[in-house]
T-cell receptor
Framework: AQRVTQPEKLLSVFKGAPVELKCNYS??????LFWYVQYSRQRLQLLLR??SRESIKGFTADLNKGETSFHLKKPFAQEEDSAMYYC???????????FGAGTRLFVKA | DAGVTQSPTHLIKTRGQQVTLRCSPK?????VSWYQQALGQGPQFIFQ???????QRGNFPDRFSGHQFPNYSSELNVNALLLGDSALYLC?????????????????FGPGTRLTVL
């Protein structure tokens, strides 16, 4: 079965604290993993993708094939990081993308 | 470039009716994917269109159909509407790497069409 699981619906942290948004996936092929973000009153947009191995706005994500996880991390959360975060998996060829249910991150001052 | 545009913004229909939603992709993009997002859920993949053909389909009944035009714009049609079809419908465009596709291509999302079925 193809599935993306984000176990936390809501994550609340203080400004400056580390943050980790969890994502686990199930896919028999070789997936490509993404994190998308939706800020208040904005469109869903790509935050980062596994293949790029980049850090965007201080966020990083490491693909762990053994644990089938792609957790999103940031060492020091900022208030502007408050948003809805979706983990997503693209199947071979990128013809289909499966999203998790999302985690709302709230960074408190 | 206005990016991905969708129309209408909101729509109210009654059970059994039919609806057509429209999407114009970002300039230069040739691939359009449609998603259904119910309240509190992530987007669920409906189907993807490339070269005016449905290339991949998610777990949605045949009541959901689509079309892509030569200018790459796309329509999503839903027949015999059910209460459960009430959701935000998102369109996303991307630039394909040909028929073999590419999982690496970023999708750009539109603002969505909010469909309410009464």
């Amino acid at each position: 079965a193809q599935r993306v699981t984000q176990p936390e619906k809501l994550l609340s942290v203080f400004k400056g604290a580390p943050v980790e948004l969890k994502c686990n996936y199930s896919y028999s092929g070789s997936p490509e993993l993404f994190w998308y973000v939706q800020y208040s009153r904005q469109r869903l947009q790509l935050l980062l993708r596994h293949i790029s191995r980049e850090s965007i706005k201080g966020f990083t994500a490491d693909l762990n094939k053994g644990e089938t996880s792609f957790h999103l991390k940031k060492p020091f959360a900022q208030e502007e990081d408050s948003a809805m975060y979706y983990c997503a998996l693209s199947t071979t060829g990128g013809f289909k993308t499966i999203f998790g249910a999302g985690t709302r991150l709230f960074v408190k001052a | 470039d206005a990016g991905v545009t969708q129309s209408p913004t909101h729509l109210i229909k009654t059970r059994g009716q039919q609806v057509t939603l429209r999407c114009s992709p970002k300039s230069g993009h040739d691939t359009v994917s449609w998603y259904q997002q119910a309240l509190g859920q992530g987007p669920q993949f409906i189907f993807q269109y490339y070269e005016e053909e449905e290339r991949q389909r998610g777990n949605f009944p045949d009541r959901f159909s689509g079309h892509q035009f030569p200018n790459y714009s796309s329509e999503l049609n839903v027949n015999a509407l059910l209460l459960g079809d009430s959701a935000l419908y998102l369109c996303a465009s991307s630039l394909s790497s040909g028929r073999s596709g590419s999982a690496y291509n970023e999708q750009f999302f539109g603002p969505g069409t909010r469909l309410t079925v009464l």
